[in-house]
């Protein structure tokens, strides 16, 4: 009597390729493992023959996280670049849009554009890029608490206080604080969801250094 011959097909994870990656669970570099899923032939329930590829993965060998391969790809040290690059470009374009936000483009206002920047990108901002990006600004109007508010998932607390206090010391740069620009700072605060507690401690330590003589801004932006 013949006997009976089992056999079928079974996923098999394999791989031994491995070495550090950026894993986002743990935050820093570990050491991973590269899996594969294959299909085998199986002969008593025996793995003999490889068919398809079923699928591939990494493992953090720490945390035990599994991601597509492409997390191998990632570079948080370039993330990290692009993230500051965009930041310096929104704070460009911030600074600029408070700038025009009374109608009238003051050479104290451009004055302090530079020197927030130049602090911000460690460098000298010469006066022609500021006027680069006045006539940018210009040319494509864009509402400032709108911008403000692309911005805001991108920011923490103190990215969120730092736009709104530069902001300020441009609109202030000229000795007044207008009606108009009041408003747009007002604005702004309420598009970066900071706190009333916070803009309101950051227009407190700026008008300190406005001469008594100029209007008071409001005690926090609208609701």
Known sequence: MLGLIIFGTRGVTYGSEGGQFYCPDCD?????RHRKVRRFFTLYFIPLIPLDLLGEYV???????????????????????????????????????MLLADGVVDESEIAAIQS??????????ERAEI?????????VPGDLAQYCKSMAGTLNDAGREMVVRAALLVATADGKFEESEKD???????????????YAGIV????????????????????
């Open 28 to 32: 820093g570099e570990k050491a991973y």
């Open 59 to 97: 493992e953090c060998q720490s945390c035990t996280s599994t991601y597509k391969p492409s997390v191998l790809e990632f570079d948080p040290k370039g993330s990290e670049k692009r993230e500051e690059a965009e930041f310096r470009v929104a704070m460009r374009r911030v600074l600029v849009l």
């Open 116 to 125: 927030i920047l130049g602090r911000l990108e460690d460098r000298t901002v």
């Open 131 to 139: 006027e680069a990006e006045i006539a940018k600004a210009k040319a």
């Open 184 to 198: 747009a700072l007002a604005k702004m605060a309420t598009a970066l969801n900071l706190s009333r507690a916070a």
């Open 204 to 223: 407190t330590s700026v008008l300190a250094e406005v001469p008594p003589q100029q209007p008071q801004a409001p005690a926090g932006p609208p609701n």
